[in-house]
């Protein structure tokens, strides 16, 4: 699941991942170009971007190996899978809290986006008309919509019912 609100971030790599990088990184990384050179990367950075997580959330998604493969080590094997896994979790959990509150505050949709051809979610502030429904009020009330009509022909209504009673 892809969130617009995560690109950009970047998240601080664990002591545990590091420590783990650098043990495979000492034993395979020598002349091994599959994956040593990420290591390398995030052990100095002890940072990674969200984009950069993805990429590697992808290749443990799609690994069939046993994990004994070097690129899986130098990924950080189990260890970095692991981490992969809770940390886009735990920021993907946060940002749909925040989005849950928003909403029981009476915000609109926050899963939505507003834009102008949303006729309902385009103005979330501006002041709407009450539509008035044409046609059967049954077929209204059956389908569980509101009914707005004008005082002036419910009269006329009244007056023509009474007319023909009266006759």
């Not at 690109?7 to 990384?29: A, D, P, Q, R, W």
């Not at 928003?102 to 006729?119: A, F, I, S």
Request: glycine fraction near 8%; charge should be positive.
């Amino acid at each position: 699941m892809a969130n617009s609100n995560l690109v950009g971030k970047h998240f601080e790599i664990s002591n545990s991942l590091l420590k783990k990088l650098k043990t495979n990184l000492e034993k395979y990384g020598e002349g091994n170009p599959n994956g040593s050179k990420r290591a390398r990367n995030l052990i100095t950075n002890k940072t990674i971007s969200y984009e950069e997580i993805k990429r590697i959330k992808n290749f443990f998604d799609n690994y069939e190996g046993d994990g004994t493969d070097v690129e899986y080590k130098l990924n950080g094997g189990d260890v970095g899978e692991k981490w992969v896994n809770n940390s886009l979790s735990n920021a993907r959990n946060v940002i749909d809290s925040k989005k849950k509150v928003r909403m029981d505050g009476g915000e609109e949709n926050q899963y939505k986006k507003t834009h102008t051809k949303d006729r309902d979610n385009a103005n979330p502030t501006g002041v709407g008309l009450v539509k008035i429904h044409k046609g059967s009020n049954m077929k209204n009330i059956m389908n569980n919509t509101t009914t707005y009509e004008s005082v002036n022909e419910e009269i006329d209504k009244i007056i023509k019912l009474n007319k023909q009673l009266i006759k």
